[in-house]
T-cell receptor
Framework: AQSVTQPDIHITVSEGASLELRCNYS??????LFWYVQSPGQGLQLLLK??????LVQGIKGFEAEFKRSQSSFNLRKPSVHWSDAAEYFC?????????????FGTGTQLKVEL | GAVVSQHPSWVICKSGTSVKIECRSL??????MFWYRQFPKQSLMLMAT?????????EQGVEKDKFLINHASLTLSTLTVTSAHPEDSSFYIC?????FGPGTRLTVT
């Protein structure tokens, strides 16, 4: 069965500092990986996704993620965090079919940004 | 980018009543949509896969008679929570492709 682990429930960083959110996955086939961000009471916004090709993926809002097959990881990074980045971040894995994505989510990492 | 909308954004209903939540893909067609449920400060759990023109596929443990799903067109899926009870109170989110709707907050009193 597929699963996603986000080891860090909460992370606090200072504004301007770098950020790395960890994500490890278990998937029986080639994984399709996603990072989403959710603000309180809101839906999910797609930050970036990885299907194949270059293992370093660029996303919106200055985020990037690196797929490492040997470590079954897909960590999210940002060089300099802004106060507006404070939110809940979810890593997800699933198959990609023509009909869409049936995703399994990690438990999320709550990011707090100190000014 | 692609947009998915949900209506209503929040709803309060009395125990025993039914509530319908709509999910629309605004600028693309979706033969498949997904319904997720999210409890406070928890992750999203897939409830069911909504298939246009056919029956929905429910995840294990999800009562299909309680959570009725209809996908009557390529841009609309509906989730009806029947005979709602307080334990059904939750945040319901739909998705199409890799895009998610803004969610619907359901509170059952």
């Amino acid at each position: 069965a597929q699963s996603v682990t986000q080891p860090d429930i909460h992370i606090t960083v200072s504004e301007g500092a770098s950020l790395e959110l960890r994500c490890n996955y278990s998937y029986g086939a080639t994984p399709y990986l996603f990072w989403y961000v959710q603000s309180p009471g809101q839906g999910l916004q797609l930050l970036l996704k990885y299907f194949s090709g270059d293992t370093l993926v660029q996303g919106i809002k200055g985020f990037e993620a690196e797929f490492k097959r040997s470590q079954s990881s897909f960590n999210l990074r940002k060089p300099s965090v802004h106060w507006s980045d404070a939110a809940e971040y979810f890593c997800a894995v699933g198959p990609f079919t023509g009909g869409g994505n049936k995703l399994t989510f990690g438990t999320g990492t709550q990011l707090k940004v100190e000014l | 980018g692609a947009v998915v909308s949900q209506h209503p954004s929040w709803v309060i209903c009395k125990s025993g009543t039914s509530v319908k939540i709509e999910c629309r893909s605004l600028d693309f067609q979706a033969t498949t949509m997904f319904w997720y449920r999210q409890f406070p400060k928890q992750s999203l759990m897939l409830m069911a896969t909504s298939n246009e023109g056919s029956k929905a596929t429910y995840e294990q443990g999800v009562e299909k008679d309680k959570f009725l799903i209809n996908h009557a067109s390529l841009t609309l899926s509906t989730l009806t929570v029947t005979s709602a009870h307080p334990e059904d109170s939750s945040f319901y989110i739909c998705s199409a492709e890799q895009y998610f709707g803004p969610g619907t907050r359901l509170t059952v009193t």
